[in-house]
C-alpha cells in the first residue's frame, strides 16, 4: 500500500463561511434512501468486539408485539483494546480501535479481509461513502481516503493542529467537514483532496452530521460548565443558502448534556425534518427543524 500525501498549506486568515455555502449548496446527484424490511446494527464495545444484531420488522398494519425482531448475527472479538468507531456501507464493514488499527470486513462474503495502518493515534471516526471509498480520523490530526476496491490509500489530509474529533461527508460525495480539538472546521474537497476553507469554532467541535440532502450541517460544540456546575454542551444547526453565510440556528433543551444526535425524516419526507438526540436526562428528544422547536420527548432509558 503506497502513500501519496502533499503538506497543506495553512489559509493566513480565516475564509468566509459563504465559500463553505456555495459549494455545498452547488452539489447534486443526491439519492434518497428507501428504508429495507431488514437492518444490519453493527456496534463496537469496550470489550474489544464488533458485534452485528439484524432488526426487523414487518410493514402491515398488525399491531402485534412480534412483528419486531431483533436477532443477533455474529460477534467478532477483532481489537486487542476497546472499539471506538465503526461504519457500515452494503458491501464492508469497519472497525477502528485506540489500538491504532482500522479491520475490514465482506459483508457478501462473510470474511475479514485484513487491516489498515496508517494512523499513529485512536481512530476516532470511519465514514463510508457508498460503496466506493472509506474516510478515517485519529487523533494524529490525519484523515484518510481509502478507496475500497483494493484498499489504496488516495489521499492523506492534513490540516488540523491537533486531534480530529469527527468527519462527515456531503451526500454528493464531493465535500467533508471535519472538526477538531484545535477548535476548527475545516471543508474538504474531496475531488482534489485539498482544504476548501478553514473556519474557527467558539468552541471545540465534538461531532458534526449533514442532513439527507445536504442543505442543512449540526456542530456539538464541546463541554462546558452551566450555572449550575454540571457539565453542558450545545448543538448548532447550520442551514445553507447559495451565495450567503449559513444561517445558525442553536438548539435549546432541558437536558444539561447532549450525547449524541443525528438528522431523520418521518416517512422519508425531508419536509418533515427533525434532529434526534440523546441527553443525560435519559431521555430521546426531537427537534423540528423547521419550526425551530423542540416537540417532543420521552424516556428512553434508564441511564444516559
Known amino acids: 500500500m503506497t502513500r501519496k500525501s502533499k503538506k497543506a498549506k495553512l489559509d493566513s486568515s480565516l475564509s468566509s463561511a459563504s465559500i463553505i455555502n456555495d459549494q455545498l449548496s452547488s452539489a447534486a446527484d443526491i439519492q434518497k434512501t428507501v428504508v429495507p424490511n431488514h437492518v444490519l446494527i453493527v456496534v463496537g464495545t469496550y470489550e474489544r468486539i464488533v458485534s452485528g444484531l439484524q432488526f426487523s420488522f414487518n410493514k402491515s398494519d398488525s399491531k402485534d408485539e412480534q412483528a419486531i425482531q431483533l436477532e443477533p448475527k455474529f460477534v467478532m472479538p477483532v481489537h486487542i483494546s476497546c472499539v471506538t468507531s465503526v461504519a457500515i456501507c452494503d458491501k464492508f464493514i469497519a472497525s477502528g480501535s485506540s489500538d491504532e488499527v482500522i479491520k475490514l470486513f465482506d459483508l457478501k462474503r462473510n470474511k475479514e479481509l485484513g487491516s489498515l495502518h496508517e494512523h499513529s493515534g485512536t481512530i476516532k471516526k470511519l465514514a463510508f461513502y457508498k460503496n466506493t471509498h472509506l474516510l478515517s480520523a485519529a487523533t ?11 484498499w489504496e490509500i488516495l489521499k492523506v489530509l492534513r490540516g488540523h493542529s491537533d486531534e ?27 475531488l482534489t483532496g485539498h482544504k476548501a476553507t478553514r473556519t474557527k469554532l467558539d468552541s471545540e467541535g465534538e461531532s458534526i ?6 442543505s442543512r450541517y449540526a456542530i456539538l460544540s464541546a463541554n462546558t ?16 443558502s447559495p451565495g450567503v453565510e449559513p444561517v445558525q440556528c442553536k438548539i435549546s433543551s432541558t437536558c444539561h448534556k447532549i450525547m449524541d444526535f443525528e438528522f431523520v425524516c418521518l416517512n422519508g419526507n425531508p ?4 434532529i434526534a438526540f440523546g441527553g443525560s436526562d435519559f431521555k430521546l428528544h426531537f427537534f423540528n427543524t423547521k419550526t425551530e422547536s423542540e416537540t417532543f420527548s420521552f424516556k428512553a432509558h434508564d441511564n444516559r
Open 271 to 274: 419536509d418533515s425534518e427533525y
Open 140 to 150: 494524529d490530526g490525519k484523515i484518510c481516503i481509502y478507496r475500497t476496491t483494493d
Open 225 to 240: 460548565r452551566s450555572s449550575g456546575g454540571r457539565a453542558s454542551n450545545k448543538l448548532t444547526i447550520y442551514t445553507l
Open 209 to 214: 452530521r449533514f442532513n439527507t440532502d445536504g
Open 164 to 190: 480530529v474529533n469527527d468527519i462527515a461527508i456531503h451526500p454528493s460525495g464531493k465535500l467533508a467537514i471535519s472538526v477538531s480539538k484545535d477548535r476548527t472546521a475545516i471543508v474538504w474537497n474531496l
